[in-house]
C-alpha cells in the first residue's frame, strides 16, 4: 500500500499516511486531485479506480471516506477488507467510533493505524493483539504522565 | 530549577492543547488562516521553552496543522528534541510528526541516527516499537545503510511485538539499501516459521513483496511455502501466498500442477470472497466463474470479474472471447471504472473477424460519451485495437483509414498527434492505400477549418501536419493538387501552431513540384507560371511567423521560387530539377534502430580520437560516420505486382462503391471547386464560418459503409468456398453435401480486402535482437534482483558502526547470524538437516552422508472426463545417512577454506539427489498406476548411467520390458549435470488397491567429478497408500443418496480426538490428503464421496464434536474402507 487518506463528505482531510516518503508539495496535489475524484463518484459505484499508476480502494462509512492507494498487483477486496478491519479497530477503541472522534484524537487514529498496518503491509490480522498493544502503550502513557490532557482542570491551579 | 519548572506547568495551563486548537479551527470557520496564523505563533513560542511536555504539545498541534495543509518543515529539529524525550508519551508524539513530515529531503534526518538507536535497544518495547512505527515512514538509504544491523538483530528479539515489526520494516530497508538483503535473508527465512503467527504472516508479507519483483531468486522457497499454504488458515497470508506462487510459476512449470489441487480446495472450501478471487486470479481456470461475477448486481465484483478475466485473455483469449457479447454490454455502464476495464478486454479480444465490428461499437461510444477524459480514453483504445501487433486484425485499410478521419471530428480531444501518426505509420507503410490515403488528405487539408477553427479543439489540429505531410510526399497520388496547394496557402493557415505551419511550408513546394512536372509535361506553361505567381505572392504570410522554423523555411523556399519564376520566365523547363530536390523514398525506421546500430569492430568509443584538448578548439571536430553504408536500403522486399486483372476488378469494384455513396467526391469537379480554381477570384475574403457543433465534414466517407461492404466480401467468399468444397463433396459422394451448411467460419478464411504490405521498420544490418531495452532502468525493485543462494562473502557484512556510538551494542547475538551465513554451503537445503549435519559432523568425520529429500507428490488424473483432479499427497523428509569410506574428501576442502573456526569439521554432502514423484493412476486401465519420478542433482558432480529398481511385491510390480528379470532395474533415459532435474516414467502393474503398499527401490548412478568416477546408490521407499488410487470425483447429492441406500455397502467408522483445526479446514485436508470431494455440508458435518480406479465407491460421513471428529464410511470392499479409514485417522491425528 502506497498511502491512506481519511477524508469527509466535505473534501477536509482527516487523516493521511504516506507510506513512501513523498514531499509535501507531491503529497498535496495528489490529495486534492484524488479527493476530487472519488468524492465525484456516486455511491452506487464500485470501490476501485485506476489513478495514475496505482489502484485505488475507497470506502465511505457514513459522512466520512476511506482511502487506500495500492500497486497493480495487490487485492483490491483484502484492502477492502483492511478498510473495514481498520474502521471496525476504531469503533472498538472509541466505541462506536464517529468523525469527530478522528477529529479530536487523530493521534490516537494514527497510533491505532501505526499499530494495524506498517510501511504499507499489514502487521497483525489479530484485532485482540493490536487493541492490546493500543491498550498497553495507553497505560503506559497514564504512567508517565499522569496529567492528561482530558483531564486537566481549568478552575484549580497548583501553587508549591 | 524547581522554580522554572513550576513557572513551565503553569504557563503549560494557559496553551491550547490540541483538542482546544480543533476546537477553535472549528469555531472560525470565516477568518481560519488567521486563526492558525496566530495559533503558529504561539506555537513558535512554546517551542522556545524548555519543558518538554509544552514542546510536545505543540509538535502535537503542529502534526495537525500539517495534516490541514500548513508547511511546518521548519519546526523538524524541534520534532527530534521532542523523539529523544525520555517519556513515552511524548516521543510518541515526536515519533509521529517525524513520521508524517519527514522524508529524504529533510535535512535534519541524519541527526536522528543515534536516536533511533537508542530506541531500538530500549528495554520498554513500546520505545523500540514506536521507534520501528517512525522508521517505517522516514527510512532513508542513510538510515537504512546505519541502522540495518540493528533492525536484524530486533529480528531475533524475545517479544513477538518487535519481532513482527522488525521484520516488516526489513522491507523499507532492503528497498533503501539492497546490500543488506543477502546477509539478512536467512534470518528472514527463518521468521517464516516464527512461533508467533504475526511475526509469521509479516515475514511471508516481506518475502512475498521481494518474490513478487524478482521471482526467479526464490524458487527454492517454493516447497516451504507450499507447506505454509497447505497448513495455514490465514486468509491474509493465503492471499500473500497464493501470489507469490502466481509469480513463480511461470518460471518453474511444474509448480502449476503441484498447486492446482490445494486451489481448487480452496476455492471450493473458502467463504472470504478476497481469497476467492485471489485464487481465481492466480490459477484462471474458471472463466464460466467470473462470468457470475460479472453479471452480479455488485458493482465491485463486476469490477474484478473483468479484471480477472483481461488476466485470462492473455492467455487464453478463446475462452474469453465467447463472452463478447456480455463484454460489449459493460460499456453501457454508467461507471467509468467498469467501462475502462471492459475497453481493456477488447483489446484483447478482437480478431479479423470482429475487429470493425467492435470498432462501430466503440466508435457510436464515442458519439455519446460525455466527459473528454473517457472519450480521450476511447479514443486511444481505437487506436490501439486496430494497431496491434503490426496492425495485424485490419482487413481493410481504407476502412482504417475512414476511422481515422472520423476521429478528427471529435471535438476538445488531446490525443490529435496520435491520430496523426498513425495516419502517417499507416500512408507510409501501406503502399497500396497510399492513393485514398492521400485523397482523404487532401480533403482534410480542405477543411481545415473545421478542424483548426476552434480554440478549444487545438489538440485535433495535429492531425493537419499529417495530412500536409502525405499529401505533400506522395503528391503524385493526387488527383487535385491545385485545389490542395491552394488549401495550403490560405491565410487561416498562419493561425496554426508554428510546427504544423512549418510541415506546411515544406510540402507546398514537394506539391508545388508535382504540380510544376504536371504542367510542364502537359505543355501548359501558363499554367506553370500561374502556379509559381500564385506560391509568390501567397509565401510572404509565412515568411512574416513569428516562429523561427516557418519564417526561414518560407524565406528560403520564396527565394528558390522567384528565381524559378525568373526561369520560367526564361522559357527554361525547370520541373526536372525542381523535382529532383525531393527525390528518393522514405523509409521508416524502427524507433530502436539506432540503439541497434553495433560498434563496428575496431572502434573504441571512449577512447579519445585526438589527444585531450588542450583548448576548446578542437571540439569542432567531429568524429567520421561510425555507421555502414546502407546500400542494400531499397533492396528491400517488393510485393509482387498485383496484375492487371485484378486491379481493374477492383477499380470496378471501387466505382460501384463510390457511385452508392453521396458524400464521396467524384472527379468531375464541383461548383465549389471552380470557384476556387478561377484565378483572380483569390483574394476576395472569404469569411469562414466558425461552428462549435462538431459538422460533418463534406465528403467524407462513412466508416460504416465499410463494415457492410465487407460483410458482402465475406459472404460472398464463403459461399464461393462452400461451393468449391460441395463441388468437390458431390464429385466425391453426393449425398452428404447437406453438411456443408454447418461449415464454420474460421479466422483463417477472411482473406484481407487489399493485398497490402505493410513495410516493417528498418534496422540498422548486424542489429543483436534484444530486449534488454525494454526494461526499465528506474525500477526501484530492479536492485533487489540478487541471487540469494550465493554465498555471503566478506565485503558483505552489515555495517557495524564502531566509532560513532559508544553505547551501540554487539551483542554475540548480532555476529553469530553472520557467522553462519559465511558457512553456509552452495547447495539448498532444508535448516533443519543443517544443524542435524553440523552436530553429527563433528563426531564422524570420514561420514558421508546422503541427504534424500522425498517430496511425494502422488496424483491421479482421470482423462476421459477432462477434469485432471490432482492432489499433493504428503511431504516428507528423511534423512538417510549411509557410512561409507573412500568418500571424495578432497573435493570438500577448498569448501571448507571458507568457512569459520567454529564449524571447521564439517563435512559436506557430496551428492544429494532429491527425488519428487506422482503416481498416476488412469481409468482407462484398472490395474496400472504411472509413477512419474523427478530426479534432481543437487551435487556438483555430473551423474550418469541412473538405473532405478525396485524390489517387485506379489500385489505390485515394476513394467519392465520383455525378457529382463526381477533383478534388473530400468534406466532413467538422461544424464543429469549439476543443479539439473528432469522427469521419468515408471509404470507398476497391481491387483489389489485395497491395501496400501510400499516398496524399496535403490537408484544406482555413476557420479562422475575431477578425480574421477565412483558407483554410488541411493535408496527411497514408494508408497502407494489405498487413497493415491482414489479419484476425486464429483458426486451429487442425490446420486450420492442412492448410493447410500443401495445397500450393497459395507460400513467403519472411527473417531479421533482432540482435534482443535476447524471444521472447514479439517474437510479441505481430507479432501486434498485422501482425494474426496464435498457432496454437501451442513453446519460441522459434511458427506464426501471419492471412487477408485476400479470403481469402488467410497462414501463418508464427517461429523465434528467439540473436541473430536467422527467418521462413517461405506465402500464396497471392506478392507479397502478399513485401510482408507486408517489412513486418515494418521492424517487427523496429526492436526
Not at chain 2, 212 to 234: D, E, G, H, Q, V
Not at chain 2, 1044 to 1065: A, C, P, R, W
Request: with cysteine; charged share 30%.
Amino acid at each position: 500500500m502506497r498511502f491512506m487518506l481519511l477524508f469527509s463528505r466535505q473534501g477536509k482531510l482527516r487523516l493521511q499516511k504516506w507510506y513512501l516518503a513523498t514531499a509535501d508539495k507531491d503529497k498535496k496535489k495528489m490529495v486534492r486531485e484524488l479527493m476530487q475524484v472519488v468524492l465525484a463518484r456516486k455511491p452506487k459505484m464500485c470501490s476501485f479506480l485506476e489513478w495514475r499508476d496505482l489502484k485505488v480502494v475507497y470506502k465511505r462509512y457514513a459522512s466520512l471516506y476511506f482511502c487506500c492507494a495500492i500497486e497493480g498487483q495487490d487485492n483490491e477486496l483484502i484492502t477492502l477488507e483492511l478498510i473495514h478491519r481498520y474502521v471496525e479497530l476504531l469503533d472498538k477503541y472509541f466505541g462506536s467510533v464517529c468523525e469527530l472522534d478522528i477529529i479530536f484524537n487523530f493521534e490516537k487514529a494514527y497510533f491505532i493505524l501505526d499499530e494495524f498496518v506498517m510501511g504499507g503491509e499489514i502487521q497483525d490480522t489479530s484485532k485482540k493483539s493490536v487493541l492490546k498493544a493500543i491498550e498497553q502503550a495507553d497505560l503506559l502513557q497514564e504512567v508517565g504522565t499522569p496529567q492528561k490532557s482530558r483531564g486537566r482542570n481549568w478552575g484549580t491551579p497548583k501553587i508549591p | 530549577m524547581a522554580l522554572k519548572m513550576v513557572k513551565g506547568s503553569i504557563d503549560r495551563m494557559f496553551d491550547k492543547n490540541l483538542q482546544d486548537l480543533v476546537r477553535g479551527i472549528r469555531n472560525h470557520k470565516e477568518d481560519e488562516a488567521k486563526y492558525i496564523s496566530q495559533c503558529i505563533d504561539e506555537i513558535k513560542q512554546e517551542l522556545k521553552q524548555d519543558n518538554i511536555a509544552v514542546k510536545a504539545n505543540a509538535v502535537c498541534k503542529l502534526t495537525y496543522l500539517q495534516m490541514l495543509g500548513y508547511d511546518i518543515s521548519w519546526a523538524a529539529f524541534n520534532i527530534i528534541e521532542v523523539m529523544s524525550a525520555s517519556k513515552f508519551t511524548f516521543k510518541r508524539i515526536g515519533y509521529l510528526a517525524a513520521s508524517q513530515c519527514f522524508h529524504e529531503g529533510t535535512d535534519v534526518i541524519m541527526l536522528t541516527t543515534n536516536q533511533i538507536r537508542k530506541d531500538l535497544s530500549s528495554p520498554n518495547q513500546y520505545d523500540t516499537g514506536v521507534a520501528l512505527t517512525g522508521l517505517s515512514c522516514f527510512v532513508t538509504p542513510d538510515l537504512a545503510r546505519d541502522l540495518a544491523n540493528d533492525i536484524m538483530t530486533l529480528m531475533s528479539h524475545t517479544k513477538p511485538y518487535i519481532r513482527k515489526k522488525a521484520v516488516l520494516i526489513m522491507y523499507k530497508v532492503f528497498l533503501k539499501y539492497p546490500e543488506s538483503l543477502r546477509p539478512a535473508f536467512p534470518r528472514l527465512k527463518e521468521k517464516l516459521e516464527d512461533p508467533d503467527p504475526g511475526v509469521q504472516s509479516a515475514a511471508v508479507n516481506v518475502i512475498c513483496e521481494l518474490a513478487r519483483r524478482n521471482p526467479k531468486n526464490y524458487l527454492s522457497l517454493a516447497p516451504l511455502f507450499f507447506k505454509l499454504m497447505t497448513s495455514s488458515t490465514n486468509n491474509w497470508v493465503l492471499i500473500k501466498i497464493i501470489k507469490l506462487f502466481g509469480a513463480l510459476t511461470p518460471l518453474e512449470p511444474r509448480l502449476g500442477k503441484k498447486l492446482i489441487e490445494p486451489l481448487t480446495n480452496l476455492i471450493h472450501s473458502t467463504s472470504a470472497m478476497s481469497l476467492l478471487y485471489e485464487c481465481v486470479n492466480t490459477v484462471i481456470l474458471c472463466v464460466q466463474k467470473l462470468r457470475i461475477l460479472i453479471e452480479d448486481s455488485d458493482q465491485n465484483l463486476k469490477y474484478l470479474g473483468l479484471l480477472a478475466m483481461s488476466k485470462i485473455l492473455k492467455t487464453h483469449p478463446k475462452s474469453v472471447q465467447s463472452h463478447k457479447d456480455l463484454i460489449l454490454q459493460c460499456l453501457d455502464d454508467k461507471d467509468e471504472s467498469i467501462r475502462l476495464r471492459a475497453l481493456d478486454l477488447l483489446y484483447g479480444m478482437v480478431s479479423k473477424k470482429n475487429l470493425m465490428e467492435i470498432v462501430k461499437k466503440l466508435m457510436i461510444h464515442v458519439d455519446k460519451a460525455e466527459g473528454t477524459t473517457y472519450r480521450d480514453e476511447l479514443l486511444t483504445k481505437i487506436i490501439d485495437i486496430c494497431s496491434q501487433s503490426n496492425y495485424q486484425y485490419i482487413t481493410n485499410f481504407e476502412w482504417y483509414i475512414s476511422i481515422l478521419v472520423e476521429l478528427t471530428r471529435l471535438e476538445g480531444t488531446r490525443h490529435g498527434h496520435l491520430i496523426a501518426a498513425q495516419m502517417l505509420d499507416v500512408a507510409i507503410r501501406v503502399k497500396a492505400i497510399r492513393k485514398f490515403a492521400v485523397s482523404q488528405m487532401a480533403m482534410l487539408l480542405d477543411n481545415a477549418h473545421l478542424i483548426a477553427s476552434n480554440t478549444q479543439r487545438n489538440g485535433i489540429c495535429e492531425v493537419l501536419y499529417a495530412a500536409a505531410w502525405i499529401c505533400g510526399e506522395f503528391s503524385e497520388h493526387l488527383e487535385e493538387a491545385n485545389q490542395t496547394l491552394e488549401a495550403m496557402l490560405r491565410p487561416k493557415v498562419t493561425t496554426l501552431p508554428g510546427h504544423i505551419q512549418a510541415v506546411y511550408v515544406q510540402n507546398m513546394v514537394k506539391l508545388y513540384a508535382s504540380i510544376l512536372q504536371q504542367k510542364e509535361q502537359a505543355g501548359e506553361k501558363e499554367a506553370a507560371q500561374e502556379i509559381t505567381q500564385l506560391m509568390i505572392e501567397r509565401l510572404p504570410q509565412f515568411v512574416q511567423s513569428a516562429d523561427l522554423e516557418v519564417q526561414e523555411r518560407a524565406s528560403c523556399i520564396l527565394q528558390l521560387i522567384k528565381y524559378i519564376q525568373k526561369l520560367q520566365a526564361k522559357e527554361v523547363p525547370v520541373a526536372e530539377e525542381v523535382i529532383a530536390l525531393f527525390a528518393g523514398e522514405l523509409n521508416p525506421v524502427a524507433p530502436k534502430a539506432q540503439k541497434k546500430v553495433p560498434v563496428p569492430e575496431g572502434l573504441d568509443l571512449d577512447a579519445w580520437i585526438n589527444e585531450p584538448p588542450s583548448d576548446s578548439e578542437s571540439e569542432d571536430e567531429k568524429p567520421k560516420t561510425i555507421f555502414h553504408e546502407e546500400e542494400q536500403r531499397h533492396s528491400r522486399h517488393r510485393q509482387p505486382e498485383i496484375d492487371e486483372e485484378e486491379l481493374a476488378r477492383r477499380r470496378e469494384a471501387r466505382k460501384q462503391e463510390q457511385a452508392n455513396n453521396p458524400f464521396y467526391i467524384k472527379s468531375s469537379p464541383s461548383p465549389q471547386k471552380r470557384y476556387q480554381d478561377t484565378p483572380g477570384v483569390e483574394h476576395i475574403p472569404v469569411v469562414q464560418i466558425d461552428l462549435s457543433v462538431p459538422l460533418k465534414v463534406p465528403g467524407m466517407p462513412m466508416s460504416d459503409q465499410y463494415v457492410k461492404l465487407e460483410e458482402e466480401r465475406r459472404h460472398k467468399q464463403k459461399l464461393e468456398k462452400d461451393k468449391k468444397k460441395k463441388k468437390q463433396k458431390k464429385e466425391k459422394r453426393g449425398k452428404h453435401h447437406r453438411h456443408n451448411s454447418l461449415h464454420t467460419e474460421s479466422e483463417e478464411d477472411i482473406a484481407p480486402a487489399h493485398h497490402v504490405d505493410i513495410i516493417t521498420e528498418e534496422m540498422p544490418e548486424n542489429a543483436l535482437p534484444s530486449d534488454e531495452d525494454d526494461k526499465d532502468p528506474n525500477d526501484p525493485y530492479k536492485a533487489l534482483d540478487i541471487d540469494l543462494d550465493k554465498p555471503l562473502a566478506d565485503s558483505e557484512k552489515l555495517p557495524v558502526q564502531r566509532h560513532r556510538n559508544v553505547e551501540a551494542l554487539k551483542s554475540p547475538d548480532s555476529e553469530v547470524p553472520l557467522v553462519e551465513k559465511k558457512s553456509k554451503k552452495p547447495k539448498k537445503k532444508e535448516k533443519k538437516h543443517k544443524d542435524k549435519e553440523r552436530e553429527k559432523g563433528k563426531k564422524k568425520e570420514k561420514e558421508k552422508k546422503v541427504v534424500e529429500e522425498e517430496e511425494e507428490e502422488k496424483k491421479k488424473s482421470s482423462k476421459h472426463k477432462k477434469k485432471k483432479h490432482k492432489k499433493e499427497k504428503e511431504e516428507k523428509s528423511k534423512d538417510k545417512k549411509k557410512s561409507k569410506k573412500k568418500t571424495h574428501h578432497s573435493e570438500e576442502e577448498p569448501l571448507e577454506s571458507v568457512q569459520n573456526g567454529t564449524l571447521e569439521d564439517e563435512p559436506l554432502p557430496v551428492s544429494s539427489c532429491a527425488q519428487t514423484y506422482d503416481i498416476q493412476g488412469n481409468l482407462q486401465n484398472d490395474s496400472q498406476v504411472t509413477v512419474s519420478v523427478i530426479f534432481e542433482n543437487k551435487s556438483t558432480s555430473f551423474l550418469k548411467s541412473m538405473e532405478l529398481n525396485v524390489l517387485d511385491s506379489l500385489n505390485t510390480k515394476m513394467l519392465r520390458p520383455e525378457g529382463s528379470s526381477v533383478h534388473d532395474g530400468i534406466p532413467v533415459p538422461f544424464q543429469l549435470p549439476p543443479g539439473i532435474s528432469n522427469e521419468a516414467q515408471f509404470v507398476f502393474t497391481l491387483q489389489s488397491i485395497v491395501m496400501a503398499q510400499k516398496l524399496k527401490g535403490t537408484l544406482s548412478f555413476i557420479v562422475k567429478n575431477d578425480e574421477g568416477s565412483t558407483h554410488e546408490k541411493l535408496d527411497f521407499k514408494l508408497h502407494f497408500s489405498c487413497a493415491s488410487y482414489l479419484i476425486t470425483t464429483p458426486c451429487y447429492s442425490d446420486a450420492f443418496a442412492k448410493l447410500l441406500e443401495s445397500g450393497d455397502l459395507h460400513m467403519n467408522s472411527i473417531k479421533v480426538d482432540g482435534i482443535s483445526i476447524s471444521f472447514q479446514h479439517l474437510l479441505a485436508k481430507i479432501c486434498f490428503h485422501h482425494h474426496f470431494s464435498v457432496v454437501e455440508r451442513v453446519d460441522s458435518c459434511a458427506s464426501m464421496y471419492s471412487r477408485s480406479i476400479q470403481g469402488h465407491h467410497v462414501c463418508l460421513l464427517v461429523k465434528k464434536g467439540e473436541n473430536s471428529v467422527s467418521i462413517d464410511g461405506k465402500c464396497n470392499d471392506s478392507t479397502l474402507l478399513s485401510n482408507l479409514l486408517d489412513e486418515m485417522k494418521e492424517t487427523l491425528s496429526k492436526c
